[in-house]
């Protein structure tokens, strides 16, 4: 009996050493998107600002991430399923970074939907990186300047900041 406990002993602590240094960093938020426990070092994506101590998701969120972790929260709200984003640019002190993010409802359902989301902050920027010097050198096509569905889609960009900005 000693020997099968040692064992489960030996797996639960491999688990642990595994998933803290392999799990992606994340944070617990409620419906309010603050944030109600952290996961795993966020620095990267999130970080006080300076001012009147808030725990609001939106107001840590570094880097451009906040529009994303908007849309991806409220998705998951509305939807009460998982969602991600992959592929999310953002830049760490000056150097780009690529990361996928997910918002899993969590917990039991009450009237309103879920209280609770997990946000998970996955960097993938050295699975990036490792596969672009492994990728056989291609030559992308120049996208013209000139085309109509360019300047619809910079247009449709300026539109969104400036509807970011007045909110």
């Known amino acids: 009996r000693s020997s099968q406990k040692d064992e489960v002993d030996v797996q639960t602590e491999a688990d642990r050493i595994v998933l803290k240094s392999h799990s992606p960093a994340g944070v617990v938020v409620n419906r309010a998107m603050e944030v109600v426990h952290f996961r795993g070092r966020t620095a990267p994506y999130l970080e006080p600002a300076p001012g009147k101590p808030s725990l609001n998701v939106l107001k840590l969120a570094r880097n451009g991430l906040a529009i994303e972790l908007r849309t991806l929260i409220g998705a998951a709200i509305k939807k009460d399923a998982s969602v991600q984003r992959e592929g999310v640019s953002f830049n760490e002190n000056g150097h780009p970074r690529i990361l996928n993010l997910?918002?899993?409802?969590?917990?039991?359902?009450?009237?309103?939907?879920?209280?609770?989301?997990?946000?998970?902050?996955?960097?993938?920027?050295?699975?990036?990186?490792?596969?672009?010097?492994?990728?056989?050198?291609r030559k992308l096509k120049a996208f013209p300047e000139d085309k109509p569905e360019l300047k619809r889609l910079r247009q449709e960009l300026a539109n969104a900041q400036e509807a970011l900005r007045s909110a």
């Open 102 to 137: 997910s918002v899993t409802p969590l917990g039991e359902e009450g009237p309103e939907g879920r209280n609770f989301f997990l946000v998970l902050f996955d960097d993938i920027t050295p699975l990036v990186t490792a596969a672009a010097k492994n990728a056989p050198n």
